[in-house]
């Protein structure tokens, strides 16, 4: 298909701000076969073989160059000076070729502050030994290893190419080149699969916990509608019996679904996000969202708030692989609110243990979180670890209850406001 450039002068409708650094995501949408249970964006068969196959082999992929494309479009316009991290995800990031990695690696990772985490996902069938190496020597320095499961039977249902061999051989090549380079590894466990069983939980865990893996990301199905009750009760349970095991096991859970063996395990990337710093997205489906100064010395009172008030912006990509080759500008913008950026800053950041910095709110939104969030804080007192003059976090128990007690603050929030403003 032809490929038009991307035109500086469409990016140019993006606000004119500048950002000494911001955190960086590249989507790699290309997999082999979709798995039933990934909602993320990917393509399968003849575009993976269009758009990763090079003219010769001593040049990238047509996607790798269109990336690296729109990332400097990005930089020139946002002024960017470097990247304060930056993950590859997918999609399935190890079916890039090693040429692929060493020229993202000259012409984005090099552009990384000197102590940026880099992080690239992995599917356990398409890693080897030489990508790697290769990987390494392009800048990457954390790999992120989607596992799921052990159990045979339940990789088949959900349509995975990977089986256990393939799990066990990429742990073993991970866990040696650990032990060579500074290099960091997490790894991806889901729970709430149809039958599973507390045995498969209970087997899955441990033979992680046996390989020593530093991070573990535990992640369930248990929201979807087509499940029943029971299935989200039994979801639950496994949830609750994982986390326990890997607290005796020495692992601290640092935000919801994630877990580390000590603070320089966690993942500085995912934690720009749940912070809500300003990071883009580049390739289809992939989102940067980028904060406006609010321009405020001092601090306003609930009547004074424009609730309309552009805080955010954010900057998605099509996904659409053939108009992130064909569109000149192939994003599309939301405006966030005042009311809405408070919301999704409250739904990431208590999300994490640590909870949330009073005094970074106040510096983002020019009011005081305590303004109206005293009612839902009073009733879920119980689920409170720490309301401080500078900090509000959820105890062990209450990030179980995230979402019901979100779902109270969101109420609490659009009553006080449209209050204050009657």
Same mark, same amino acid.
């Given at each position: 298909? !032809? ?5 500086? &002068? ?10 000494? %650094? ?11 076969? #979709?798995?039933? =249970? ?32 729109? $990332?400097? *479009? ?14 590859? +995800? ?26 940026? !985490? ?17 990987? @390494? #020597?392009?800048? $990457? ?12 039977? @339940? *990789?088949?249902? &959900?349509?995975?190419?990977?089986? $256990? ?16 380079? %500074? ?8 729970? +709430? ?17 046996? =390989? ?29 019996? $994982? ?7 020495? =692992? ?12 320089? =395990? ?51 990509? #099509? ?29 990431? +950041?208590?999300?994490?243990? %640590? ?10 939104f020019k009011i005081s979180l305590d303004q109206f969030a005293k009612g839902t804080i009073n009733k879920y007192n119980s689920f409170i670890a720490i309301n401080s003059v500078d900090r509000l976090a959820l105890s062990e128990r209450g990030l179980d209850f995230l979402s019901m007690i979100l779902t109270d603050l969101f109420v609490e929030i659009d009553l006080f406001f449209r209050d204050a403003l009657s």
């Amino acid at each position: 298909m !032809e490929c038009i450039p991307f035109s500086p &002068q469409a990016f140019s409708i993006l606000p004119s701000l500048q950002f000494e %650094e911001l955190a960086l995501y590249i989507h790699i949408p290309f997999c082999k076969q #979709k798995c039933s =249970y990934c909602d993320f964006f990917s393509v399968t068969g003849k575009q993976t073989n269009m758009f990763l196959s090079p003219s010769s082999l001593d040049k990238p992929s047509p996607y790798a160059r269109r990336i690296v494309d729109a $990332v400097n *479009l990005f930089k020139m316009h946002f002024r960017i000076q470097r990247f304060s991290s930056i993950y590859i +995800g997918g999609g399935t990031p190890s079916l890039l070729s090693e040429f692929d990695i060493s020229f993202l690696g000259t012409s984005l990772f090099a552009f990384a502050k000197p102590d940026a !985490e880099i992080t690239m996902e992995l599917n356990p069938e398409s890693v080897s030994l030489s990508f790697l190496h290769n990987a @390494i #020597k392009a800048g $990457v320095n954390r790999f992120s290893l989607g596992v799921q499961t052990f159990s045979e039977k @339940i *990789l088949s249902e &959900q349509n995975r190419i990977t089986n $256990v061999a393939d799990i066990e051989r990429a742990l073993f090549l991970l866990q040696e080149l650990a032990s060579q380079y %500074e290099v960091a590894i997490s790894v991806d466990l889901m729970l +709430g699969f149809q039958n599973q069983t507390e045995k498969m939980a209970l087997f899955d865990i441990e033979r992680l916990i046996a =390989y020593k893996i530093p991070h573990i990301s535990v992640y369930t199905l248990c929201t979807d509608d087509y499940k029943s009750d029971i299935e989200n009760d039994m979801t639950a349970h496994l949830f609750e019996m $994982v986390k326990h095991i890997l607290f005796e096991a020495g =692992y601290k859970r640092y935000e919801v679904s994630n877990f580390a063996l000590a603070e320089m =395990y966690e993942s500085c990337h995912n934690k720009a996000y749940w912070k809500m710093h300003n990071y883009i997205g580049v390739g289809p489906s992939a989102v940067g969202t980028i904060h406006y100064n609010l321009h405020n010395t001092g601090g306003i009172n609930a009547h004074e708030v424009d609730t309309s008030l552009a805080a955010s912006l954010r900057i998605s990509c #099509k996904a659409n692989i053939d108009a992130f080759f064909s569109e000149p500008f192939p994003y599309e913008l939301e405006t966030i609110s005042f009311v809405d950026s408070i919301k999704e800053y409250l739904l990431m +950041g208590l999300r994490l243990a %640590e909870g949330i910095d009073k005094l970074l709110f106040f510096e983002r939104f020019k009011i005081s979180l305590d303004q109206f969030a005293k009612g839902t804080i009073n009733k879920y007192n119980s689920f409170i670890a720490i309301n401080s003059v500078d900090r509000l976090a959820l105890s062990e128990r209450g990030l179980d209850f995230l979402s019901m007690i979100l779902t109270d603050l969101f109420v609490e929030i659009d009553l006080f406001f449209r209050d204050a403003l009657s």
